[in-house]
């Protein structure tokens, strides 16, 4: 279907929701030309003819306001915007949008319908808003990254991530990132909230990106003593037998490779794939870690261990 038609259709479709700020919007057009012949033929009173004015007036501003917002959110957003990208706005930036427009039509009806000066305003706007400003700059630091959040989209709702913090690490799926902090449903079925400017300053490792599937890691150490054919061989089948629900997946194939040699022994790696929407981090690892101990007990074996060796011998002088 050519662009111009899907335009056109998904404009039918949200068109639902103009409905009635257009009907509000031409009647109060239509009340802003008619209020003055009937209020002298219903001889109200003056003062009561200028409130009725006004509050027509606003009307039509604020009406006018709410169709161009959601002409935009129809047409930009949800149409050119989607289309073009092939995702759904940020949120919050269609808020600022709207947001923007309003503080226009309040302009608007500042220096039209109560004649004042619009540049006044926004100038004592402007020194009471730096005041503003020093109080909750903490607050607008975190709408700031907010809006760099949304643009960039390192992250979005749905994606499995690792906020790294010199406290730990959080690992859990992103809710939400609104005006002020990002929330998470951690592993441990609990919803933390992280500032959005703290989001920015962070490293965090996004699970599902490029694709669905991650890679993780687990190092082993077993003795000297235990060949290195033997020791592979325990591990890859240790990591073969957690393949299913809570497991590794079978494609890419889980492999035990060796890392390095130690003061302990000798360190194998263990990698394996899991998609962390079907199976979350923590119960891979957990999965792992119980299956290479069940299959190296089975062994006759046990992961390595700091060892000191003690001879005993007579002193000179015994």
Partial sequence: MPFTLKLAARFAVGARPLYLPLVLLVSAICAVVYVEPLAGQWQIDEAWQTAIAHAIEMTVWLSAALVVSRL???????????????????????????????????????GVVFEQSVVGIWATSSAVGVVIGLAVQNLI??????????????????????????????????????????????????????????????????????????????????????????G???????LRGTIGDRGPLAEPEPKVRISGVGE????????????????????????????????????????????NDVFVARMPWQ
Avoid: C
Wanted: hydrophobic share 40%; charged share 20%.
């Fill in 72 to 110: 935009i959110r129809v047409l930009v957003w949800d149409g050119i915007f989607t289309h073009t990208m092939g995702r759904e706005p940020p949120r919050l930036i269609v808020q600022l949008g709207g947001i923007l427009i309003f503080l226009l039509a309040v302009s608007g009806i500042m």
């Fill in 141 to 230: 630091l975190d709408t700031a990254s907010g809006i760099a959040l949304n643009i960039e989209r390192p992250f979005k709702p749905g994606d499995w991530v690792n906020v790294h913090t010199r406290f730990g690490e959080h690992i859990g799926r992103v809710i939400e990132t609104n005006w002020r902090t990002t929330r998470l449903w951690t592993t441990g079925r609990n919803v933390i909230t992280i500032p959005n400017s703290f989001m920015t300053t962070t490293i965090v490792t996004n699970y599902s990106m490029p694709g669905s599937i991650s890679r993780f890691e687990l190092d082993f150490t077993l003795d000297f003593s235990v060949e290195t054919e033997r």
């Fill in 232 to 238: 592979l061989r325990i591990l890859n089948a240790a």
């Fill in 264 to 307: 302990n022994g000798i360190t194998y790696k263990a990698r394996y794939y899991i998609d962390p929407v079907v199976t979350s981090p923590s119960k891979a690892r957990h999965s792992v870690i119980a299956s290479v101990m069940e299959h190296v007990g089975r062994a006759g074996l046990t992961l390595a261990y700091p060892k």
